[in-house]
């Protein structure tokens, strides 16, 4: 299958693409966000890797008529896991939270949670693929990041925001000027899952808290998260004040505990290789 066949965008307008892997049938089918700048382009999460995303992205012109002019195309992972980090090694430039540098150099497969099943793939990516051959490919990242560096794309700017809780090194990334900000899973439309090897509950009750700060303090508008479609300020300050207010309740705790030891004996099995 051609990465045209694989992937299918939508143009959100000034410079902002979103783009799926059509054939990639589950819920966690992240999304991908290119945004395009004057100086520099970026690629916001890759996806699986399963297909070129450089080809499709090239194929289909979406970086303009000239992009010769600009910076290579920089990959940024929100964080590790393998729905959002799986296309990285397709990148001459790629960044992460340094938390998780280790993790993509070395192809921890356990940190990336990578969890795949044939039924997901609802049509091979080419003869005889399977979900148990699956993995993701190790990759030296180029930008490591930190809580509080700016992104530079020339006529805008994406401030990273260290939110860790679902990761140890989640990021989210604040475009301030047109109050955009692109969440990965530190928060979208669904369940936020914070029982994944590295999850951390009051991690995530902090970020969280800053979420709230964003949306009083009036600073963002738009969230492009990391599943799911795109929502307002309104149901960010809902989803983050819901989980506050919930995560530290005994129920909560005990599925956190739960879901958490039976992830992480998942993984193991499913990645008996990794350095764990």
């Not at 297909?51 to 008529?65: A, N, T, V």
């Not at 309104?234 to 207010?245: G, Q």
Request: charged share 20%.
């Amino acid at each position: 299958m051609s990465a045209a066949d694989w992937y299918a965008h939508k143009s959100l307008g000034d410079g902002l693409f979103w783009i799926q892997e059509r054939f990639y049938q589950s819920e966690n089918r992240a999304n991908i966000w290119l945004l395009r700048g004057s100086h520099q382009d970026v690629i916001i999460d890759t996806g699986l890797g399963l297909r070129s995303l450089p080809d499709y992205i090239d194929g289909k012109g979406l970086l303009g008529e000239d992009p010769q002019r600009k910076n290579p195309l920089l990959a940024i992972a929100t964080h590790a896991h393998f729905d959002h980090s799986g296309g990285l090694h397709q990148f001459q430039q790629v960044g992460v939270h340094s938390a998780e540098v280790d993790a993509l150099a070395n192809g921890d497969n356990f940190e990336t949670a990578t969890w795949l099943s044939d039924r997901e793939i609802v049509e091979a990516p080419s003869p005889g693929w399977r979900a148990r051959h699956y993995k993701v490919k190790a990759v030296q990242p180029t930008h490591i990041l930190q809580e509080g560096d700016v992104i530079n794309l020339g006529d805008r700017q994406l401030n990273v925001l260290h939110m860790p809780g679902h990761s140890r090194g989640s990021i989210c990334l604040h475009d301030r000027d047109n109050k955009l900000l692109f969440s990965g899973d530190v928060v979208y439309d669904g369940a936020m899952i914070d029982w994944l090897p590295y999850s951390h509950v009051s991690d995530y009750i902090s970020s969280c808290e800053r979420l709230v700060g964003l949306v009083d303090s009036e600073q963002v508008d738009q969230v492009l998260p990391g599943h799911y479609n795109t929502f307002g300020a309104k149901r960010l300050h809902r989803i983050a004040s819901t989980y506050i207010s919930r995560a530290g309740t005994c129920p909560a705790k005990f599925s956190t505990f739960a879901w958490g030891t039976l992830a992480g004996v998942a993984l193991r099995a499913f990645n008996p290789r990794c350095a764990c």
